[in-house]
């Protein structure tokens, strides 16, 4: 930790350090550990509920007064009306962890008024320790950071995440991931997005796309992105997106040439654009599968939004 930080950012990096410790413990033996099922392909682990434990015990001892929003508890702990509330996501990439793959990270960010101010992601496998806070620029392992220069899609190298969920819209995604793969240098999937988004902002990929996703999943990683010198909204390039399940992040050259791709795949495209995406799928459809094509660009997700409902993810401040 550096007295030149944050005090509250101080208290993220300890806490995540913490978290990671535990990880890479139970990394040593992961046959071991403990796994149950959320929903169909969605995993969390002793590990997880260890890593959640520690850190809000840690923050929330700092700060007993804030509120907290963690991937497992929801908002269980912490005050429930205070304007600073922690987002933690304590395991990131649980399904890579259980199968020993080594790409996963802690994530914690802190919202104040409902606007990102602190951010910490930690690879633990790696020890690469993510931080930024708002106005004083990113870092990785205390080296200042930025997004990449790359000017040209064409020669970008872009990261996402695959749908997986029941309920996911495959066809829809397989042909946005489509659209933007003949455009770039390439594709990658990781499977952790906080970690995608660092990476963003480290400048080791150029952009990053992905639906689905939770407030935990990106708050941290967004805040990197930005005092990295990134744009990251939705789809259709609207900055106030954390709630939305949608994340596009990049460079600013290279966002900007992404949006009017993955946009029209977006929820909120218009509808003119959402008519193009229909008759392009129907177009390549075979003709048995010609509704549930028709049918898909409007089928947004019924499944994991409805489970995330649940747990209150509609309203995370």
């Given amino acids: 930790m550096s007295s030149n930080l944050h005090p509250m950012l101080n208290v993220a990096i300890k806490a995540a350090r913490a978290a990671g410790a535990i990880i890479n413990r139970a990394a040593l033996d992961v046959e071991s550990v403990r796994i149950s099922q959320k929903q169909i392909n969605d995993f969390v682990t002793e590990v997880d509920h260890a890593s959640e434990k520690i850190i809000i015990e840690t923050l929330l001892t700092a700060y007993p007064g804030h509120g907290i929003l963690a991937e497992e508890s ?32 802690v994530s914690i ?33 205390e080296r200042r950071i930025r997004v990449s220069k790359r000017t040209q899609l064409k020669d970008s190298l872009i990261s ?11 066809k829809s995604y397989m042909n946005m991931m489509g659209d933007v793969m003949q455009r770039t240098a390439g594709i990658r999937r990781p499977g952790a997005a906080a970690l995608d988004l660092a990476y963003v902002a480290a400048g080791f990929t150029d952009g990053f796309f992905e639906s689905g996703l939770s407030i935990w999943d990106v708050a941290a990683g967004s805040l990197l992105v930005t005092e990295a010198g990134g744009l990251v909204g939705n789809f259709t390039g609207e ?15 290279v966002y900007g040439q992404l949006v009017p ?23 390549d459809a075979p003709a048995t599968d010609t509704q549930d094509t028709i049918e898909g660009a409007d089928a947004a997700e019924p499944a994991a939004p409805q489970a995330d409902a649940a747990k209150g993810e509609d309203a995370p401040f």
Avoid at 110 to 116: D, N, R
Avoid at 160 to 170: A, E, H, M, Q, V
Avoid at 239 to 253: H, K, T
């Fill in 74 to 105: 929801g908002k269980e702990y912490g005050a429930k009306d205070s304007e600073f509330v922690w987002i933690i996501d304590p395991l990131d990439g649980t399904t890579n962890f259980i199968h020993g793959f080594p790409v996963y990270c």
């Fill in 109 to 141: 960010a802190l919202a104040v008024k409902g606007k990102v101010e602190q951010a910490v992601v930690y690879d633990p496998t790696r020890n690469d320790l993510f931080t930024a806070t708002k106005g004083r620029g990113a870092y990785l392992n």
């Fill in 160 to 170: 996402t995440g695959f749908p997986f969920r029941p309920g996911d819209n495959f």
């Fill in 239 to 253: 900055a106030d997106f954390l709630e939305q399940r949608e994340c596009l992040a990049g460079n600013p050259r």
């Fill in 261 to 283: 791709i993955v946009g029209k795949y977006s929820k909120f495209a218009s509808a003119g654009d959402k008519a193009a995406v229909r008759q392009a799928a129907t177009a």
